[in-house]
């Protein structure tokens, strides 16, 4: 959630305490200071999330799609420090590099413990546009994801634009899902147990890696798709819908959009776009999380749809009171936790039975 400022340590830390105080306070206060919600659908914004959007409307400063990349990235780490929450302690955590660009791609890899472990392992990669965030910025995530799914996880630190434009986060993605299917063993993993999922344009490269994996004869064994990116070529009804007002907005969206692309024909590009892809028959089973008040709500579902069509088991989950952005929630309110604990919990089902 954008702040659009950076402070030091201690000044996030004490903002960080503010905002996580002002999440705990009843949910009649909530509504009180968060003000009356919009009903779309049938819903409205939780309390607790119509508060963030409240205190975030506070800040004065630039909008996040004005400011230059660097500045961009800063203000992702600063919202990271805010929201994400205390990380939860891991049996171990490595460093990890995968073979393909120069140097490697670098990765970091989660271990929650032997007790109850599934063998599993979730190749994951961080949302932020294609532009901004890393491992860092959903480290909070990764621990969550590996400590509630009982499985390892492999968070991927792949190359972002506008310094490396499309198709370069691709092919990374691609090599550390195939990495990860030839290294089970070192990664201390069974090969037939290994997933990959991703938030936002995370969850755009996960379900792009998933299509080119499969089709290559090295299947993962399931997606988990948190509000993916699925068509840059068109905006579906809930870009308009939500376009601003709810966190991620239309205008930020073609701020990544512009820094990502090469060109307006890369947009058509099932890589880019997999809700384009031809054929989707033969893709691993998926569960996929949308948010109500999301401009990618939409595109999302419909790939869901066009996988269930195509025979794919999938469980569609739309949480209809939140927005874009909820696994990087963790450290404030119930909502944001709650969906990212049940999709863990989904991850955990599919593994153990793999």
């Keep these: 959630?954008?702040?659009?400022?950076?402070?030091?340590?201690?000044?996030?830390?004490?903002?960080?305490?503010?905002?996580?105080?002002?999440?705990?306070?009843?949910?009649?206060?909530?509504?009180?200071?968060?003000?009356?919600?919009?009903?779309?659908?049938?819903?409205?914004?939780?309390?607790?999330?119509?508060l963030a959007l409240r205190m975030m409307a506070l800040d004065p400063r630039p909008p996040f799609e004005t400011l230059d990349v660097d500045a961009a990235r800063e203000v992702i780490a600063h919202e990271a420090r805010l929201f994400g929450g205390s990380p939860i302690e891991m049996a171990a955590v490595r460093e990890v590099r995968i073979p393909g660009v120069a140097g490697g791609i670098p990765a970091r890899l989660y271990d929650p413990g032997s007790d109850g472990h599934t063998g599993g392992l979730l190749v994951y990669f961080h949302g932020g546009g294609w532009v901004v965030g890393d491992i860092e910025t959903h480290d909070s995530t990764c621990r969550f994801l590996a400590a509630h799914a009982r499985s390892s996880v492999l968070?991927?630190?792949?190359?972002?634009?506008?310094?490396?434009?499309?198709?370069?986060?691709?092919?990374?993605a691609?090599?550390?899902?195939?990495?990860?299917?030839?290294?089970?063993?070192?990664?201390?993993?069974?090969?037939?147990?290994?997933?990959?999922?991703?938030?936002?344009?995370?969850?755009?490269?996960?379900?792009?890696?998933?299509?080119?994996?499969?089709?290559?004869?090295?299947?993962?064994a399931f997606q988990l798709l948190f509000y993916p990116v699925t068509d840059l070529s068109r905006k579906h009804p809930s870009y308009h819908r939500f376009s601003s007002g709810y966190f991620l907005t239309?205008?930020?969206?073609?701020?990544?959009?512009?820094?990502?692309?090469?060109?307006?024909?890369?947009?058509?590009?099932?890589?880019?776009?997999?809700?384009?892809?031809?054929?989707?028959?033969?893709?691993p089973p998926a569960y996929l999380a949308s948010a109500g008040f999301d401009p990618l709500r939409d595109e999302g579902e419909?790939?869901?749809?066009?996988?269930?069509?195509?025979?794919?088991?999938?469980?569609?989950?739309?949480?209809?009171?939140?927005?874009?952005?909820?696994v990087n929630a963790l450290g404030i309110g119930r909502s944001g936790t709650e969906a990212t604990h049940e999709a863990a919990v989904a991850l955990r089902m599919a593994l153990c039975l793999a």
């Design 1 to 50: 959630m954008t702040l659009r400022g950076v402070g030091s340590k201690l000044e996030d830390r004490l903002a960080a305490t503010a905002v996580r105080l002002a999440a705990a306070v009843p949910e009649s206060l909530q509504r009180l200071i968060g003000g009356r919600g919009v009903t779309v659908d049938g819903a409205t914004v939780h309390p607790e999330v119509r």
């Design 155 to 172: 968070s991927v630190d792949y190359r972002r634009a506008p310094e490396h434009t499309f198709p370069a986060a691709v092919d990374d």
């Design 174 to 220: 691609v090599a550390a899902l195939q990495f990860a299917m030839v290294n089970a063993a070192d990664l201390r993993v069974k090969p037939n147990k290994i997933a990959v999922g991703g938030d936002s344009a995370g969850g755009n490269l996960a379900a792009v890696a998933a299509q080119i994996s499969t089709a290559s004869g090295t299947k993962p």
């Design 250 to 283: 239309e205008s930020q969206m073609d701020w990544y959009r512009g820094h990502y692309l090469r060109d307006e024909r890369d947009a058509s590009d099932p890589r880019v776009s997999p809700l384009l892809a031809d054929d989707l028959s033969g893709l």
């Design 302 to 326: 419909l790939y869901a749809a066009r996988l269930q069509e195509a025979g794919v088991p999938v469980v569609v989950r739309r949480h209809e009171r939140l927005v874009h952005g909820f």
